[in-house]
């Protein structure tokens, strides 16, 4: 069609306008320009119809009992286009942004360096980006730069890497169930033997490489393909590096901690292989380490710096947030385990899957041995919003844990 109204304009582009027709209309009925961007703006929501001028034209319509001009509504349908032009070009130029990213990660796995400064900068910029979803789906499904985030939570990484790669993923997941799933899949790690600098291929869940990151030491992971062909895998954290970088290395536990949080929070899958992989007792192992730490000389030389507590802080909160999804017992027993009726749900559901894997951990964590973590968390030098968290805590446990201390003494 061409201009109208005052007869002015140059003709109207809406070639690529879809027009869904009503019941009883036929093609004929919905020919001229104005009709065609009426529907078309008339379907976008109404926040926007708003945004954009729409309602307040067509309210002026009716009021004057006059049809909207073509002028008016051209001046609305152009700016429209021009707003979504810019948003492809937006979203191109971030895809490209991303792209340059994911290859600075995947070189610096590749190339094994030791120049941490590119890609600690690569890190950064994502953690930046990814907490939008959409950027985040683009990273993991379009673009493919999972794998090499993955690959850099590896003991093979500096502490700083591993703790910006944790970071990292954690935006990436946090709290979604679609993307809390891809810390479950496994991701081919480029590993080295202890014999020849050959390389030979192990695939992991990145969730199994957060846990690890939890402890000193070494831990083991076993895991079976779609073959039926289980393979191990040892992987061990190099101790000079926790003793000459102690900082350095609760920090890493405690990025490491929040990227476990943001993504086995209420899903029960994600919760399963954490328990399957003695995440819990891995947990102890960071908070027995930060308390180590707290009471150590290097310490005393610190004692500013904001590692410290953090760990406990988070660990107190995913405690609460666990005891919570399991839901509340019926009754406590005399040797301090949870009472449910038979054949009834307790207030929390405990029939769906979330809780049923919640109450496992939950039985756990009600144990003595948890009770006097979070008791610990109340140290003197701990930070308020440190004692707040781990009181609320212990305010759940507290039931549980005062039947067990009864029985013991």
């Known amino acids: 069609g061409g201009g109208g109204g005052d007869g002015t304009g140059a003709p109207l582009d809406l070639t690529d306008v879809e027009i869904i027709l009503g019941k009883g209309e036929d093609v004929t009925t919905v020919s001229s ?56 070009a937006a979203t191109e130029e971030s895809a490209d942004f991303l792209a340059a990213l994911i290859k600075t990660l995947k070189s610096h796995v590749d190339s094994n ?38 690959n850099l939570l590896l003991p093979t990484q500096s502490l700083q890497v591993r703790a910006a790669a944790a970071l990292v993923m954690g935006t990436a997941v946090k709290n979604q169930d679609e993307f809390q799933g891809w810390i479950l899949e496994p991701v081919a790690l480029s590993l080295s033997t202890d014999t020849t600098s050959e390389e030979h291929m192990h695939e992991e869940a990145a969730l199994a490489l957060l846990t690890h990151m939890l402890v000193k030491g070494c831990t083991t992971t076993t895991t079976t393909n779609q073959n039926g062909t289980t393979t191990s895998v040892t992987l061990c954290n190099e101790p000079t590096l926790e003793e000459s970088d102690p900082v350095g290395a609760l920090a890493m536990r405690k990025k490491a901690l929040y990227a476990i949080a ?15 992989l003695d995440g819990l007792s891995r947990l102890e192992h960071a908070a027995d380490a930060e308390a180590e730490f707290a009471a150590s000389d ?35 027993t ?20 979330v809780s049923d894997i919640a109450g496992l951990a939950a039985a756990e964590l009600r144990s003595m041995r948890w009770c006097r973590i979070m008791a610990g968390a109340m140290d003197a030098s701990a930070p308020q919003r440190v004692h707040e968290k781990a009181l609320q805590a212990l305010a759940l446990q507290a039931p549980y844990c005062a039947a067990k201390d009864k029985g013991e003494r």
């Open 33 to 88: 320009p104005s009709e065609l961007m009426i529907r078309t703006l008339s379907a976008l929501p109404v926040v926007e119809q708003d945004r954009i001028g729409f309602t307040a034209l067509m309210d002026k319509s009716k009021a004057s009992g006059e049809e909207a001009l073509e002028a008016d509504l051209r001046s609305l349908w152009e700016v429209r286009q021009v707003e979504l032009e810019e948003a492809m």
């Open 113 to 150: 360096s030791a120049d941490d400064e590119t890609v600690l900068d690569a890190l950064n910029g994502l953690e930046d980006h990814l907490s939008d979803m959409d950027m985040a789906r683009d990273f993991h499904d379009a673009l493919g730069g999972w794998p090499s985030l993955t």
């Open 262 to 276: 943001s993504g086995i929070r209420q899903n029960p899958h994600t919760q399963s292989l954490f328990l399957s």
């Open 298 to 332: 290097k310490h005393k030389k610190r004692p500013d710096h904001s590692s410290l507590w953090q760990l406990r802080l988070k660990l107190a909160t995913m405690l609460a947030d666990w005891i919570t999804e399991a839901g509340s017992c019926d009754w406590v």
């Open 334 to 353: 005399d040797v301090g385990e949870c009472g449910v009726e038979e054949g009834t749900a307790a207030s929390g559901g405990r029939v769906d899957d």
